[in-house]
């Protein structure tokens, strides 16, 4: 860790999809769910659409939807979700402590498409939507009235709307098509249909973008009070539409969005919000969403849809994963296709020493921090005995501290978050990650 570039890798789940491999033995769901516990389950359904792909998106997603190919990737959704409700079984209560809609878009969906939608989630997989918190993401040009009041009328508790810059000449830098104006249309409808929370996604470190147009950004998305902001650092990935550019990746680079980084963070905490990780700041006084003692680190995942992952406490499974467009269309293509859903295909296990460096870097890259006591009590271990040498190296950096029962990132831990995470990914994870063939 002599010396480490700050923005490596957004380690939003471990292990990453390229390090996921078919499984030659296929397991069956209803084999793997057996002996998990399905009392506070998250449900997640992946929409694969959008009506334009952003030059920094590296998401499983892909442009329109010709052919009612919509249709029939629901008709594959409500098989699956039959297929996986089935595996489940009833010999133990499943429930569903939170739901989410991401992708893509879902509301790239019709109004009557998102209504099915639901109805697959509640009357399929029988999550209770008015009763758990339901998250939904959206674009500007998809949050349209009807729509809005399909999703508030079904449960939705939180919109997430990607807006990235309140600058229309940095949005068309960062291959985002838009105008601030209809933004701003946009946030005008969600906030008029009554959602409860409202986050806006903003990103930094964008060709052109200084502290000035940052700050205009910053103040734009104040102005609708929203519960939660997400600050993002741009980045260039391979097989993107900035990825076909030349790209800045030096040092300067970094400073500029270290830079960039401080100054959002410090605005948002002296307008009142808390920062929750990396990325994260809700206000102060907005709504909780989900139970106190719900946990990514530990409860197992329901993922419907060909860019959904599921989690086991022993195995993480999905489809195959692509970021060029030819690739991904044709993984949907075969996913509407598919018939049997009742097995895992592609995956990786996720137990012994991967289930603690997962419950650590899931844990510490919250602001909040990793209790030991509770780490002891899963694992019947210390941190210290098992990441011993890389605790005491984010410690050395001044990252780590250790107080209260509690290991938690300090405020330049948190600022290196990009960085952090990935030192914590397995020799195995690192070699399976190296291996893979971008496609």
Partial sequence: MSSIRPYQSYVYAYPHKTAYRPLGDRPSLRELWAGESKDALSLYLHIPFCEVRCGFCNLFT???APDELTTRYLDALERQAVAVRDALGDAAPVRFATAAFGGGTPTFLTAAELERLCDIAEKRMGADLSAVPLSVE???ATATADRLGVLVRRGATRLSIGVQSFIDDEARAAVRPQRRSDVEAALGRIRDAGVPVLNIDLIYGIDGQTAATWRRSLDAALAWRPEELYLYPLYVRPLTGLGRLAADSDAAWDGRRLT?????RDHLLAHGYEQLSMRMFRRADAPPQGADDYACQTDGMIGLGCGARSYTSRLHYSFDYA???????????DYTEAEDFTRAEVGRRVDGEEARRRHLLQSLLQAGGMCTAEYEARFGRRPADDFAAELAAFAGRGWLEEADGLLRLTSEGLAHSDALGPELFSPAVRAAMAAYELK
């Avoid at 960039?260 to 959002?264: F, I, M, N």
């Avoid at 970021?323 to 293509?333: A, F, K, L, S």
């Fill in 62 to 64: 892909r442009i329109g």
């Fill in 260 to 264: 960039l980084y401080r100054q959002g």
């Fill in 323 to 333: 970021v060029d467009m030819r690739q991904i269309r044709t993984i949907i293509d």
């Fill in 138 to 140: 959206t674009s500007p």
